[in-house]
């Protein structure tokens, strides 16, 4: 069941109604509500998957269990393990197990040696690796005694299966979103009407922005050697609009789904390509998985305790493992090392932490050095896409060297102007939003409503005039 | 929670109504003017839609599409003929394949209410919405977007219905060898039930009601078709039902026109080459009087068998 498709918009009226108005008086009625709207809502894809999260679900409760039981620090251990093990078991088997598999093929095939891999022909469950994740921090963090283990089986599935976070996040954390559960929930009409807005405004996002994008950057990528160099930039920059605007989009409507429901997700966007550095672009972008990594890798690992040699060490082992997570190919390898790549100047002067407010805050206008800044982070960011784009690492190189040859300098065949304005006047918005939780939070907040209400209906307008079918989102393959 | 839920539905009624005006829009200010300057409309499904090539047909204009039913044929073809008063006959593709139920399948599968539903839904009566609901609700549901996207595009977009409703289709395949070679390979499943399409030759009769109640000269036609079509295996029902629940309507049979393989794009689609020769042929007939002849099938024929000769030589 897609965000953007017709099944949603009859089900999450369904569950908000029903939530609200017959299982409002009881929070543990209301919890299992959400359990079983939640597991309808992941049976949808495949039911079969359901079974995968219910025993992820269960594996992790009980061990959390065990864990907090445990009598001996031997113990604990047994169980911790035994949840990361099999955790990760199934994560390695249904992600990563193929890759690695025809990757050792390949490394064996230089040497003269023919392997013929066994592979696995089986689907991708989705959202397999942000539910995943959820466990881990939970089991981690009762390992750590951070947390106390939820002896509340339908809280505890809850918390990892809440449907607007279950397939492509944001990744929860136990002490964030837990207490949320536990506590009853009122009803505040102007956090409903936020997360309305939010909805509209992510739908926006997907359907009007990625979407649209999509259309073209797929053109440009799939006949990349038949385009020139500057019509390849052009490709380059749809797809890091269509992934920005397809994931950030997916995040605005579970936020501002959640939020009708009376619970606050963590931030997962906050405008990253108006990021001054690569630091800062990452502390924007998809802040729950950037957050989880430091957390429960980077700083594991020493962080930046012990010298530059560690911190640099540190992260380009965060910064692969985070393009690993998205994918088992190459391209996502890379495309994390040459973030890390990009950020190592900031690491190693310790500038990384140069820009932790808005840019231009309070102002309507970025000086030049800003503007600059952040011309030079978006264009890092788009080559770096590149990467993550492709289908091999052949395909990326090829695209690179495309776009460094002469025909940059040509005029490009493939320049949708509807869409160029489009993009423009989306940008706009959001400079004009990027001090708010998202862009159009404020927008016309001071106008009269009847006013107001003409942009919402505008932009449903706008949303219904470049709709194209049902589009899955980018992030349920990871 | 009260003002929430009332503010919530005022604004999706408003919403509603805005988009109700946008259909009404396009429900009557829908241009089908067609700039020609023509008498002949042809519409029916692919068979036609590959074959007449009307550039090269004077005074005829060819709006069959591909994977067409009758059901949406009809609310199209309605509002041509009212916006274009000067048609004054219309041929209707009438084939073998258009009489299997599978053919109802065109009507309501998703694919099809998809494509056609937003381009035809706002001409469309209660009758029909009530048909699409009861056979696929989940599809009609899907497809209103759709509706209101071109609604919207033809408000503000500069959208161009009459562009989008069929034409003729320039096929550059030919496969008709390899498909000759595999004809018993591969047989087509929709051929192996006799069962007779309900709905959809409903709205044919339809369609001819309501061209004959304008007073409209309607027949139906049948596009050439290679020799080993296998849709010939129910030509004895086919010409059954055409003379029984048909009669009233003259019948032109075009598909024994001979052609080469390499002028057909499969066995049931002429591609570029023989729509040449197809309706450069066709147009001499118009020359001739085809359509004031008396016996207008023996004429085809003739010159069927002249064309035959003529190529021999």
Known sequence: MLFNSLEFAIFLPVVFLLYWFVTNKNLKLQNILLCCASYFFYACWDWRFLLLLVFSTLLDFFTGLKMQDAEKARSKKFWFW??????????????????????????????????????????????????????????????KSRIKAERNFVDYAVFVSFFPLLVAGPIERATHLLPQIKKARTFDYSKAVDGLRQILWGLFKKVVIADNCAQFANQIFNDYTDHSGSTLIMGAIFFTFQIYGDFSGYSDIALGTARLFGIELLRNFAFPYFSRDIAEFWRRWHISLSSWFKDYLYIPLGGSIGGNWTRIRNTFIIFVVSGFWHGANWTFIVWGALNALFIMPSIILKTNRNHLETVAQGRILPTAKEFLQVAITFSMTVFAWIFFRSENIGQALGYVSGIFSKSVFTIPTIRPSNLIVLLILFMIIEWFGREEQFAIAKLGSKWKRPMRHAVYYLIVFVIIMFSKKDQPFI???F | MRKFTIHLLTFILVLLTILAAFLLFHRYCGNFKVNENSSILIVGHSHPECAFNDSLIGGVKNYAASGESYFYTYFKTKKIIEENPEMTTVLIEFSNNQIRVAKDDWIWNEEYILNRLPKYGAYMDFEAY?????????????????????????????????????????????????????INQNPDPENSSNAIS???????????????????????????????????????????????????????????????????????HLNYKGARKFSLWFNQLLLEGLLEKNEKQDFINASIELAKKQSDI
Do not use: C
């Open chain 1, 82 to 143: 035994l949840s990361i093990g099999i955790n990760l078991g199934f994560l390695s088997i249904f992600k990563y197990y193929n890759f690695f598999a025809e990757s050792f093929a390949d490394a064996v095939s230089k040497i003269g040696l023919q392997v013929s891999p066994w592979t696995l022909s089986v689907i991708l469950p989705v959202g397999i690796s942000f539910y995943t994740f959820h466990g881990l921090s939970y089991v981690i963090d009762i390992y």
């Open chain 1, 475 to 477: 992030y349920f393959q």
């Open chain 2, 130 to 182: 009530r048909l699409l609901f009861t056979k696929n609700p989940k599809g009609l549901m899907n497809a209103m977007p759709g509706l209101f996207k071109y609604s919207l595009n033809q408000a503000f977009g500069g959208y161009k219905i009459q562009e989008d409703i069929g034409g003729y289709l320039y096929l550059e395949r030919n496969k008709t060898d390899s498909l000759v070679a595999s």
């Open chain 2, 198 to 268: 309900a709905y959809n030759l409903k709205y044919l009769q339809k369609l001819i009601d309501y061209l004959t109640s304008l007073n409209k000269r309607v027949f139906l036609i049948r596009s050439p078709l290679h020799d080993l079509y296998e849709g010939y295996s129910n030509e004895k029902q086919f010409q059954e039902l055409r003379k029984t629940d048909f009669s009233g309507i003259e019948f032109l049979d075009f598909s024994k026109f001979a052609l080469e393989n390499s002028e057909f794009g499969d066995l049931e």
